[in-house]
């Protein structure tokens, strides 16, 4: 049995957002062959990505801000969701690092608890 969620999430980058997706292992529907139909609540969000079991995770930009909705059960969903929210940091501090021009990413490690440590750096 599927369980809907929603809820708002800091994410403001669509592109940023399909780089995360893609980094985690989700397809994003525009990017796939496949057909897919959809309930009401999906159908309406701006951006649609599956998992490998075909589980839904969804997100519509309201005031600049995206709502997250998904059909994964609680415990995926949390994981899932967890694990995109930190790629899409890592990818957007990249991304910023590198449109900014002040400063390079000098080193990035991921502990063992899952921490992701970047050391940024400015060259004077």
Same mark, same amino acid.
């Given at each position: 049995?599927?369980?809907?969620?929603? $809820?708002?999430?800091?994410?403001?980058?669509?592109? /940023?957002? &399909? *780089? %995360?997706?893609?980094?985690?292992? !989700?397809?994003?529907?525009?990017?796939?062959?496949?057909?897919?139909?959809?309930?009401?609540?999906?159908?309406?969000?701006?951006?649609?990505?599956?998992?490998? $079991?075909?589980?839904?995770?969804?997100?519509?930009? /309201?005031? &600049? *801000? %995206?709502?997250?909705?998904?059909? !994964?059960?609680?415990?995926?969903?949390?994981?899932?969701?967890?694990?995109?929210?930190?790629?899409?940091?890592?990818?957007?501090?990249?991304?910023?690092?590198?449109?900014?021009?002040?400063?390079?990413?000098?080193?990035?490690?991921?502990?063992?608890?899952?921490?992701?440590?970047?050391?940024?750096?400015?060259?004077?």
């Amino acid at each position: 049995m599927s369980h809907l969620s929603k $809820v708002q999430v800091a994410i403001r980058d669509i592109d /940023v957002l &399909g *780089e %995360a997706l893609r980094a985690i292992g !989700l397809r994003r529907i525009g990017e796939v062959a496949e057909n897919y139909e959809f309930a009401d609540t999906f159908n309406q969000c701006d951006v649609i990505a599956v998992n490998a $079991v075909n589980r839904v995770m969804a997100f519509k930009f /309201v005031d &600049g *801000e %995206a709502e997250l909705h998904s059909n !994964l059960e609680p415990g995926d969903f949390e994981k899932t969701r967890d694990e995109l929210l930190q790629k899409y940091a890592v990818l957007l501090l990249r991304k910023t690092v590198e449109q900014e021009g002040k400063f390079q990413v000098q080193e990035q490690e991921t502990l063992p608890d899952g921490t992701v440590r970047i050391k940024v750096g400015r060259w004077v």
